[in-house]
């Protein structure tokens, strides 16, 4: 067996020069629904025959790893890892590879976009100077407020230097808090109850745990007019209580790029009309494709013990 899937939905649509060296390492490629996420159906019909994946943000399922008999990696083009069934992979003797770092700028650069427009209200004046309406609203200055950063990792601490270079307080709240990152006196580490209190401005790059973090208690204690920006995944916010807390204007603005399904339903949060909403398309920029591809294709050489040369 000598093929790869390619499930994700960047490399199946507009496939990627970097794929080329797995041909070159004498691998067939076998392509997924273009611009899609593969279904399980999907991946049942094909990744039985191939011993490496590359995959996006799709979910793998368990049955989807035990009809997979010769599959050796699954290797992300990203970091995250909550769609695959790890422990099982583990079991079944099936290596699971993510590419650190590979998005982180363009991640961060959304989330100073989305807090930009989500401060001035950008997307409501466009669309409404449109449709021949001159309405203006008022907005904010970001120098001087604070930023409250969930999730210190790599993408959390560029978005920290790019707050503090708009003249910006930034306060950070990691599980495994790296305090030898210490950019500026306008940063400070704090417990998550003093980033709720005390943010001007909340930006998410947590991973999922058991429950949302921003939910009804985290909501009740923001101040009033907070803006949420989400870059890091969907079920990291209540979004029953988001919407609550939007329609009685405790948030001003939320402005997410992540779903719980993707695509998503329009529902009441996405068709809210101080919700900025954007299709996951903080990776999505040649950069951070380039990066993330090469590196997950290094991944997939090296587990199976091929020249990974570029």
Not at 11 to 18: E, I, R, Y
Not at 162 to 178: I, P, Q, R, S, T
Request: aromatic share 6%; net charge neutral.
């Amino acid at each position: 067996m000598s093929k790869v899937y390619i499930g994700s939905r960047t490399l199946t649509l507009n496939g990627h020069p970097a794929l080329q060296r797995l041909k070159n390492a004498g691998l067939e490629l076998i392509f997924g629904p273009p611009g899609k996420q593969p279904t399980e159906e999907d991946q049942l019909k094909t990744l039985p025959e191939c011993i490496a994946y590359l995959a996006g943000t799709e979910k793998i399922s368990e049955k989807v790893l035990k009809t997979a008999k010769y599959l050796k990696v699954i290797s992300r083009n990203g970091v995250g890892t909550e769609n695959i069934d790890v422990k099982i992979a583990k079991a079944l003797g099936i290596t699971v590879t993510i590419t650190p770092g590979s998005n982180a700028q363009g991640v961060a650069e959304l989330t100073i976009s989305l807090m930009l427009a989500a401060v001035r209200s950008i997307p409501n004046q466009n669309r409404d100077l449109k449709k021949g309406q001159w309405n203006r609203f008022k907005g904010i200055e970001i120098e001087g407020k604070t930023l409250g950063i969930i999730g210190c990792g790599n993408i959390g601490k560029r978005v920290t230097k790019m707050a503090l270079g708009l003249g910006m307080k930034v306060l950070g709240f990691d599980l495994c808090a790296d305090q030898s990152f210490n950019p500026s006196n306008d940063f400070k580490y704090v417990n998550l109850s003093d980033i709720f209190k005390f943010s001007d401005i909340i930006s998410l790059h947590a991973p999922p745990g058991d429950k949302p973090i921003i939910d009804k208690k985290a909501l009740s204690m923001m101040k009033s007019g907070v803006c949420i920006i989400n870059t890091a995944r969907g079920e990291v916010v209540d979004e029953l209580e988001l919407v609550k807390a939007l329609n009685l204007n405790r948030v001003q603005y939320y402005a997410t790029d992540v779903y719980r399904n993707e695509p998503p339903e329009v529902d009441d949060l996405i068709s809210h009309p101080r919700t900025i909403c954007t299709p996951h398309i903080g990776a999505y920029t040649e950069e951070s494709i380039n990066r993330a591809v090469e590196a997950a294709i290094d991944n997939i050489l090296m587990e199976l013990g091929l020249d990974a040369k570029h």
